[in-house]
């Protein structure tokens, strides 16, 4: 059963998370987010892309439960960088992916949303990387997109905190490009993706080349070092105790292990 559903329209093809109720990033959603994107790259009519969720969330995060299943630094590891490969490949896709956010986009969820080129956020939504409560860190890239958008000090404060953000304020932050009431998101958005589809297909894939030189040359090497710290801390006793007292909904007691 597909988690996403996708059609286009005109030369904009939207595509909807569909796993209620949180819109969790399992493995089976990225997987399936990928061959959304391979279908989009044989379709040279597509020129843009809208990203949203169904239900309340447009993503409230990773799938914790899954985390369970996973041994060792080494599987860790190599849930990171799948993930973070996938969110390159959008950062870097040939045509502009525009996210619509509403309800939530918290951890994996603000992650796969900060790899999307432009963000429209509902005044009320809550974007946020509380990892740290659970005992673990993003391991998407979020300590590496963060910063770009909110600025260092304000990365750290949000990530070391856990605590989320209104959508009103990532757009004053500029973590998003502007914030709407809920009842007019996807309007919006859908009218902004209508708007940049109807650009010249070539000029639009020079411009998504040229705008990524302005990106700092670290940020992959901050990928990697992301993704071995991923897979660190999940062998750590705090780690299964917040995923443990996630999964059993009760406030963890960490122990600095």
Request: glycine content about 10%; some cysteine; proline content about 5%.
């Amino acid at each position: 059963m597909s988690t996403l559903t996708s059609q286009v329209k005109g030369n904009v093809a939207e595509i909807t998370i569909q796993s209620p109720p949180a819109n969790a990033l399992s493995s089976s959603i990225l997987q399936d987010l990928s061959k959304e994107l391979d279908q989009i790259e044989s379709n040279p009519s597509v020129k843009a892309i809208l990203l949203k969720g169904e239900g309340r969330f447009f993503s409230a995060g990773a799938d914790i439960k899954e985390f369970t299943s996973l041994q060792g630094a080494d599987d860790y590891k190599g849930l990171a960088a799948k993930g973070q490969q996938l969110f390159s490949r959008i950062e870097n896709f040939h045509i502009p992916v525009i996210a619509a956010i509403h309800g939530a986009a918290l951890g994996g969820g603000l992650e796969l949303a900060m790899s999307c080129h432009i963000r429209y956020v509902a005044d009320d939504a809550k974007l946020g990387l509380p990892e740290l409560n659970l005992g673990i860190i993003p391991g998407f890239a979020g300590t590496q997109r963060l910063p770009r958008y909110v600025g260092t000090a304000k990365a750290y404060e949000m990530i070391l905190t856990g605590v989320p953000i209104s959508g009103e304020e990532a757009a004053r932050l500029g973590l998003a490009n502007q914030s709407f009431s809920s009842e007019e998101l996807f309007e919006k958005a859908e009218q902004l993706a209508q708007t940049i589809s109807q650009k010249s297909g070539p000029t639009i894939h020079h411009i998504m080349k040229l705008i990524p030189f302005a990106h700092t040359p670290q940020f992959e090497a901050g990928n990697h070092a992301e993704a071995d710290a991923f897979g660190e801390v999940f062998g750590n006793e705090d780690a299964k105790e917040g995923i443990q007292a996630f999964i059993e909904k009760r406030k963890p007691a960490f122990k600095n292990q």
